[in-house]
């Protein structure tokens, strides 16, 4: 019996091994595939083009505001105790009471667009612009590269005026006035006033990741200068990656209303 | 041992699941975050739309009276991920629905699930599903 097998099975050792040595031969010596990672793709120079999305999305979305803010100075303090009625974070009201100004589809303007329902973005540079394209509310914003300084004595705007400039290959800058005061900053009704400046710094750490701080300077509203995102990481997604709509239509949204949060409140 | 480890390990996992907060700029006050109501009933509109989608039906009771509710989700690109879309559910359809209440007693809450027509599973208003 035994030796009813041994002659198939040599026979299959001498193939298995023929075929070996004939692929060592002709083929290059195998090597472990090098691991590749994120880090070992190096960012391009001066370039944010692509489009990014807040790595943890909930993080992104920041559905109770920020998570901290410098003390409000006094008038600050009014406001947001007294006047705005955020759905949402430390200060929360029941549905009926909220008014916040996205309930009936105002545009969340900046920076609330950075520090709530921040999805995917698209960002597109030109010669003397970088241009940014939101997925939610699709709206975008213009930075100005050129040296464009900002206007002294600014008109509000939902978006404000911003200009830009490269503090190194890595690491591109933002500055940008004149937001409209009907604005909050989040979803937990903190506020700003229109002598806010904001400061934007998009560090970008490889090819894939970018990296934002959010820095708040109003001291109207704040009683000294604090961040608002820190080092959040955004991720770059397939080139040919959808960002699709998110619109908040006043029709949709009164139906919204009618249907889902008036029978809430009552 | 391993039972009593096991339970805690559940309770914890429950824990962090309930505490996410959820992704809407109103606010989920105005819900019972400690109940959950299990009913059938029969769908009369889906509408897929900012910045909620949401669910209208019927149901009715032991007494044939109906009752007209509805429930909310996500948005559409938030319940796309989830496998969610426009054609999901269809007026008509005999669903069983699975809601967080109003906590007013108002026949409105947040959708946790439906089963389909087809017996399939939908998550609705998880945010640990994204």
């Excluded at chain 2, 109103?26 to 910045?51: F, I, Q, R």
Aim: aromatic share 10%; with cysteine.
């Amino acid at each position: 019996m035994r030796k009813l097998f041994a002659g198939p099975a040599f026979a299959l050792l001498a193939v298995l091994a023929f075929s070996y040595a004939l692929r060592a031969q002709t083929s290059p010596p195998q090597q472990p595939k090098p691991v590749t990672t994120h880090k070992e793709i190096p960012a391009p120079r001066r370039d944010l083009s692509g489009i990014w999305e807040v790595a943890d999305r909930m993080e992104g979305i920041s559905p109770a505001g920020v998570k901290s803010h410098a003390p409000f100075t006094a008038f600050g303090a009014n406001i947001a105790n007294n006047i705005y009625k955020p759905g949402d974070g430390p200060r929360r009201v029941p549905i009926g009471l909220v008014n916040d100004p996205l309930d009936s589809c105002d545009p969340a303007g900046f920076p609330r667009n950075l520090l709530f329902e921040l999805r995917p973005f698209q960002v597109v540079q030109t010669s003397n612009q970088l241009l940014m394209l939101y997925q939610y509310q699709q709206v975008w914003r213009v930075i100005w590269k050129d040296g464009h300084e900002l206007p002294k004595d600014p008109d509000a705007r939902w978006y404000g005026y911003s200009v830009g400039k490269w503090e190194d290959d890595y690491t591109f800058v933002v500055e940008t006035v004149g937001m409209d005061e009907r604005t909050w900053l989040d979803n937990a009704g903190d506020p700003h006033s229109s002598e806010m400046r904001v400061e934007e710094r998009y560090h970008r750490v490889d090819r894939d990741t970018l990296e934002l701080t959010v820095k708040i300077d109003d001291p109207k509203i704040y009683t000294e200068p604090w961040l608002a995102r820190d080092r959040l990481r955004l991720k770059l997604l397939p080139q040919g990656t959808d960002t699709m709509e998110m619109i908040c239509a006043p029709t949709e949204a009164e139906e919204y209303k009618k249907t889902m949060a008036v029978p809430l409140s009552k | 041992m391993g039972t009593k480890v096991l339970r805690i390990f559940v309770a914890l996992v429950c824990f962090m699941v309930i505490s996410v907060p959820l992704p809407a700029h109103h606010g989920s006050a105005g819900y019972d975050m400690d109940k959950e109501l299990v009913m059938k009933g029969t769908v009369t509109e889906w509408l897929w739309a900012n910045p909620h989608c949401f669910l209208k039906y019927d149901t009715t009771d032991d007494k044939g009276e109906v009752a007209h509710w509805a429930a909310e989700v996500s948005n559409p690109i938030d319940m796309t991920k989830r496998g969610w879309s426009k054609h999901t559910l269809n007026v008509g359809d005999e669903v069983t629905v699975t809601v967080r209440p109003a906590k007013n007693g108002a026949p409105v809450g947040q959708l946790l699930k439906v089963v389909l027509p087809s017996g399939q599973t939908m998550i609705g208003w998880n945010p640990a599903v994204r």
